[in-house]
C-alpha cells in the first residue's frame, strides 16, 4: 500500500480527496497498472486529465522505482517512519478533516492519546507576557497530561514544546518541511529533544524544504489533530490567523488569549475574540470545562463534583435530565419523549446547563455532564 500511495502523491495536480478515491479502487500499484482510461475516468473526481497524468507516470516506472527505492533507502537510514490514513496508529482526529493527508513521515513514537490534544500556538515575536501566558497554560494542560500540538516555529510554538517537555508531557511538532529538515535551524536541540520524547510529524517527503506554501497546508494538520487550538498573541494577518480559520472549517474549538488592546502582537486574538470566533480564555480551566464532554472519559479530576442527589430539581427539569445521557441527544427527541414543548425545553435545559449538569452541543444538542 504505501508504494501505491507514494506513487500517487508524486503525481502533481492530484491531491488527497482524490487519492482517497483511487485507493478505494486499487489495493497496489500493480493492480492501478492494468487499469485502463476507461477504468480511472469512472473515480469520482478523476477527469481524463488526472487519468492522462497518472497514466503518464506509470509509463515511467523504471523512474518511479529509483525514487521509490531513494526514498526507502533514506527512511532506513534516518530512522523515519511513516503511517498512512488506514493504519491503526494514524491521529484519530486528523482522520475527520476534510483534506487528511493520506501518508504522513514522521521521528518519534506516535501515541494514541493526541486524541485528547490542544494545539498551542502564536507570534514569531511575543511579548514577556504571551510568553509567560503560554508557559503557565501548557503546564497545566500538562498536568493533566494532555498532549501539545505546535509547528515548532519560532516564539509561541517553541515556547509550547518546551513548556510540555519540561513537565514532562507528550508534544508533536508538525513541520512544513521535511521531518529531516530542521526549520528553524536553531531549534536544532529542541527538534531532537521531541524526536527523542516526542514526535515530530509531516506530509512532505524526507529532504523537502521548508517553502512558504507548505506551511498554510501544515497548518490544517495542527488544528486537524486536536481537539481545540489555543492561539496566543497573533497579528491580524498572522499563520496563526490562517490556522483560526482552518480549525473553523473543521469545526474544532478556537481559543484565544487577550491581550491589550493598543498592542498589533494581541490584534488577532482580540478580533477573534470580538468577532465570537474564538472563546476568551485566561487559564486552562476554560479550556478543560469548554472541552470536558469530550475529555471527561480522558482526564480524572481530584475536584469532587456534586452528587446530582445534592441539587435541587424541579418536576421538569428532572424529566428532561433523565433523557440525558452520555451520548447527545436532539432537542427535538427530548420534547417527544418528555411531552414538553420546545420553548418549555429550552428554558429548563438552559437551568439544568446553569447548574452545571448538562452541555448544549452544536445542532441543538445536549450531553449530560454528571
Known sequence: MLELIYFLTKIENIGNIRILNILKKFNTLKELKSADKRILTKIEGISESTANSIISMLNKSDDFK???????????????????????????????????PVLLYYKGK????????????????????????????????????????????????????????????????????????VYPAENRKLYQEICERGVVISEYEPGAKPDKVNFPRRNRIISGISLGTIIIETGIRGGSMITAELAIDQNKEIFAVPGPVFSKRSEGANFLIKQGMAKLITGSEDVINELEYKLNSYIKKDVKKTAVKDIELNLFERKLFEEIKDEPVHIDSLSENTELNISDCLVNLLSLEFKGLIRQLPGKKFIRLK
Open 110 to 181: 506516535l501515541n494514541k492519546t493526541d486524541e485528547f490534544s490542544i494545539s498551542v500556538i502564536g507570534t514569531r515575536y511575543p511579548t514577556e507576557y504571551g510568553r509567560n501566558v503560554c508557559l503557565n497554560l501548557v503546564k497545566e494542560l500538562s498536568e493533566l497530561k494532555i498532549p501539545i500540538i505546535s509547528g515548532m516555529a519560532k516564539g509561541i510554538d517553541s515556547v509550547s514544546h518546551l513548556a510540555a517537555l519540561s513537565n514532562d508531557n507528550l508534544t508533536y511538532a508538525i513541520l512544513g518541511s521535511g521531518v529531516d529538515v
Open 66 to 100: 529509483k525514487s521509490y527505492d531513494l526514498l526507502y533507502d533514506t527512511l532506513e537510514k534516518k530512522n523515519i517512519k511513516t503511517v498512512t490514513i488506514f493504519d491503526d496508529e494514524y491521529p484519530a482526529n486528523l482522520k475527520n478533516i476534510y483534506d487528511p
